[in-house]
């Protein structure tokens, strides 16, 4: 349902049941449910792909069927009126039918089928993609509390509560990310004792810390969180990671073995690509474990193990704190990482403080952004656990202000994008102190010798910047927590860009918060 509708897409067929669909896309004419004909003989709301809608459609046509709408969900409807007038003389029952009309149907979705033919009756059907049902019961609910409020009616918008004082969610998740990271942490990280207990995967850890591999997949923001998180999982637990897109990783069918470790990582749990891949996996016998942010997803259900993020709408790459202390997790037994593992650990403690440092950047950013608005592109670079942070950072301008951006490994630069680099494209360079300092230095000189605009994040008290270059100045930490700060400032410039670029950071088009077909 689009935003700016005033009202649900509601049927009601006879008896007291209803059906819809809220949608993050979709407006008027798409808006569901999707009926077959104007008098409404069957409707229908779908979510996932019919990928052979388009040869269904053809043959509907021909035999007189006219479509209103180009959605894949049109097709199902009005098959299933095609199939009802083609069996009309003989007792068809409402499943039955539906039966029939599944047969016909490629890829994968949910539905849930209506119709005054059949008063009374709701069908549900599923092929790959989540379908819950709840069934109402006059059974009452038994509470632990009082409630002692009266009963106020508010003549607020729903919405505008919930954003409290910032004026969109984005904004207000971006702020609630110290509040977030200890969420995350509580109950988990025991500073005391500088110990980690992810009870989610105690029973498997002994699995975990004698696999072969390990193999990390997710698509989008978890994708970059895997790619932050791939170096300190090597070091600390001694096994092979390898990072993989759920889409490409299900092209390739690459090669699971039953003593691999594979990790899931999804904000929803419901990634069509994601939820694809485990299934995969789990027909080849790996051991499979889910890293997710919403109870009772379908990836929290499928894996065999798992750990919930717990850090509310998601913004940040929260997930790259929870797969640091799985690693920290499997290295609890190596004494030669205990001095690495306590300063990590000290690391995440300092962090909620960190990250309130840099949220008060918010002035200075809202002025970087107006110097750079009116470019059509923005190049950022890094090393190490920085590049992760460069494609983090260059997805969320893209998404959410449509400037083109790119994440570019610093190493690569003379292998092809020095040549967009001249006095008209800006460049954003994180220069944070690591190991790789010396070669990204390297780098910024490059740039700045073909008079490019540079932008340097770089840490607090960092001497070594060329004075009149601008520069985000961040705490320090541990080097493969870093990213969790230097991020920040790109979440920040990406929606000060979409704010002065009069787009709705709320509402990124052609997008969805949750990618629940392939």
Known sequence: MHR????????GNGGDRREMQVKWQGRRENCHPIRSDPESDFVVVHNGIVTNSAELRLVLQKRGYKFATETDTEAVAILTKYVFDSHQDKELTFTGLIKAVLKELEGSFAFVFKSHHFPNEVVTARR??????????????????????????????????????????MQKE???????????????????????????LRAYLPIMRRCRRMVFIACGTSYHSCLATRAIFEELA?????VELAGDFLDRKTPIFRDDVVVFLSQSGETADTILALRYCLERGALCVGVVNTVGSTLSRETHCGVHINAGPEVGVASTKVTVMIALQLSEDRISFMERRNQIIAGLHALP??????????????????????NKSLLLMGRGYQYATCLEGALKIKEISYMHSEGILAGELKHGPLALV??????????????????????FAQITARKAQPIV???????????????VRVPKTVDCLQGLLNIIPLQILSYHLAVKNGCDVDFPRNLAKSVTVE
């Open 4 to 11: 700016d509708e005033k009202r649900l897409a509601v049927e």
């Open 128 to 169: 790959g993609s989540p379908l819950l049902i709840g069934v109402k019961t006059d059974k009452k609910l038994k509470v632990d509390f009082v409630d002692a409020h009266t009963i106020e009616t508010l003549e607020l918008e729903i919405a505008a509560i919930m954003k409290g004082k910032f004026d969109t969610f």
């Open 174 to 200: 971006i702020y609630e990310q110290p509040e977030s990271v200890v969420n995350t942490m509580r109950g988990r990280v025991h500073f005391d004792d500088s110990k980690i207990t992810l009870g989610g």
């Open 238 to 242: 001694e096994i092979p990671v390898s």
């Open 353 to 374: 403080g960190q990250i309130k440092k840099v949220l008060e950047l918010d002035a200075s950013l809202q002025q970087l952004a107006a110097t750079v608005s009116e």
């Open 422 to 443: 001249d006095e008209n494209m800006p460049v954003i360079i994180i220069m944070t102190q690591d190991s790789l300092y010396p070669k990204v230095q390297s780098a």
């Open 457 to 471: 994040i770089c840490n607090e008290g960092d001497e070594g910047i060329p004075a009149g270059v601008k520069t």
